[in-house]
């Protein structure tokens, strides 16, 4: 138990569909971020959320829509994606802005066909 | 810009060695460093966090060192196992929201 819960944890989508990825975290962090892994890249951060408010969107493309609607749940809503944005997509919370470390959950593999 | 390398890419070893992992940045202003382990497929696993003012912490058979100066940063694991078999991932982080910065991974493994 990462105290991170992603669900879900795999999850196949055609190119027109709308689905959303949902991250819990259970350690009093007030801090949330989104990861994107891509074969063979290292870990790029997506979005971060601090206290509810989004404080940093790291030229994300707009088929990628965050939401935090409190400080342990964060989401990431997903449509009209593109095969190139088949990718492991990771969770994070930290005490911000994360001097003590960072907890990752365990990511959801995404493929779009 | 802070960057971070690891140092070897990938690592073969047999059951039982002690190895050494390589982690450096260019920017010494840090106020941590933190070691992950990422299994294939898997999301990361925190295994060690050394603030700046720390020169090294243990967990188990891990041991992680910081000479903040001189950028770099050492994660040894004492008489390796299959199980050790994973990507290590070492990160920097220098303050703000976009500040952990990770390198690009040890992918080891420990073959019986």
């Known amino acids: 138990e990462t105290g991170v819960t992603q669900t879900p944890r795999h999850l196949v989508m055609g190119m027109t569909n709308k689905k959303s990825l949902k991250c819990e975290q259970h350690l009093g962090h007030n801090a949330m971020y989104w990861y994107k892994q891509s074969a063979k890249k290292p870990l790029e951060l997506m979005f971060v959320y601090s206290l509810e408010e989004r404080v940093e969107n790291n030229s994300v493309p707009s088929r990628f829509s965050p939401e935090c609607p409190n400080s342990s749940h964060l989401f990431l809503h997903l449509h009209t994606l593109q095969p190139e944005d088949s990718a492991l997509y990771l969770c994070?919370?930290?005490?911000?802005?994360?001097?003590?470390?960072?907890?990752f959950g365990s990511g959801t593999r995404l493929t779009v066909v | 810009k802070q960057e971070v390398t690891q140092i070897p890419a990938a690592l073969s070893v047999p059951e039982g060695e002690n190895l050494v992992l390589n982690c450096s940045f260019t920017?010494?202003?840090?106020?941590?460093l933190q070691w992950f382990r990422q299994d294939p497929g898997k999301g990361l696993t925190s295994l060690l966090l050394?603030?700046?003012?720390?020169r090294e912490q243990t967990s188990g058979r891990l041991n992680a060192s910081l000479d903040k100066s001189s950028g770099r940063s050492t994660l040894y694991i004492a008489a390796s196992q299959p199980g050790d078999s994973a990507t290590y991932l070492c990160?920097?982080?220098?303050?703000?929201?976009?500040?952990?910065?990770f390198g690009a991974g040890t992918r080891l493994a420990v073959h019986p």
């Open positions: 050394i603030q700046s003012s720390q």
């Open positions: 994070a919370s930290s005490q911000s802005p994360g001097a003590d470390g960072y907890t």
């Open positions: 990160a920097v982080f220098s303050g703000g929201y976009n500040k952990l910065i």
């Open positions: 920017d010494s202003a840090i106020y941590n």
